[in-house]
């Protein structure tokens, strides 16, 4: 059993900047291939970013690509989101999740075993 806690969000003006972080339980984080995705309202769940185990290999949802950063600390079972040059359109409750069963990153949602309870996270224009 995993669990995940968010922390970080907030309401920003567009232009700016977050950093979110997820706290994992569990011995073995670092065997876990981690993600971050996000859901706005009357929209689906949609993959933002991932980072491998070792944290060498990372992956970007396009719309976000050059503007976020995932990053893990292993010592510390965290991972982080960086967010720069926010949009009104990256509104929407941010969630983390754990894939102990894979090695690479996945984008689906459907390969994600455990889930955080989500942290908001609002843009205003």
């Known amino acids: 059993q995993v669990q995940l806690v968010e922390s970080g969000g907030g309401l920003v003006q567009a232009g700016g900047s977050l950093r979110l972080s997820c706290a994992a339980s569990?011995?073995?984080?670092?065997?876990?291939?981690m993600g971050w995705f996000r859901q706005a309202p009357g929209k689906e769940r949609e993959f933002v970013a991932g980072?491998?185990?070792?944290?060498?290999?990372?992956r970007y949802a396009d719309s976000v690509k050059g503007r976020f950063t995932i990053s893990r600390d292993n010592a510390k079972s965290m991972v982080y989101l960086q967010m720069n040059s926010l949009k009104p359109e990256d509104t929407a409750v941010y969630y983390c999740?754990?894939?102990?069963?894979?090695?690479?990153?996945?984008?689906?949602?459907?390969?994600?075993?455990?889930w955080g309870q989500g942290t908001q996270v609002t843009v205003s224009s």
């Open positions: 999740a754990v894939t102990p069963r894979y090695y690479s990153v996945r984008v689906s949602s459907q390969f994600y075993d455990y």
């Open positions: 569990g011995r073995t984080f670092s065997s876990y291939v």
């Open positions: 980072i491998a185990k070792s944290g060498g290999s990372t």
